[in-house]
Nanobody, 124 residues
């Protein structure tokens, strides 16, 4: 069974950068597309970006386009989310998610496997 674990969250000033990591355990990680979501207090969970199982195709929602970059290191069973030019409205818990299909719909709700989340706080 796939298990996901996020890391790399923390406190950053507006305009700064963070790189989140999502490490997967399980021998079938190579078959899964991975997506990043976030959830701010009082808001629904929001889909940000996804990467297919090969790492060759990526998708970004409008919230992530231009500032966030998703990438994948298959040898390390890890997917990254590089976040630049961060804003206070990026403050949220960030989650990674695994799915058998590569999600490209902005209203995607996520597959069956979730990590526990990592807190990101952006100060103004």
């Amino acid at each position: 069974q796939e298990q996901l674990g996020e890391s790399g969250g923390g406190l950053v000033q507006a305009g700064g950068s963070l790189r989140l990591s999502c490490v997967a355990s399980g021998r079938t990680f190579i078959r899964f597309a991975i997506a990043w979501f976030r959830q701010a207090p009082g808001h629904a969970r929001e889909f940000l970006a996804s990467i297919d199982n090969t790492g060759r195709s990526t998708f970004y929602t409008e919230s992530a386009k231009g500032r966030f970059t998703i990438s994948r290191d298959t040898a390390k069973n890890t997917v990254y989310l590089q976040m630049n030019s961060m804003k206070p409205e990026d403050t949220a818990v960030y989650y990674c998610n695994a799915d058998h299909q590569f999600p490209i719909a902005p209203d995607y709700l996520g597959g069956n496997y979730w990590g526990q989340g990592t807190q990101v706080t952006v100060s103004s």
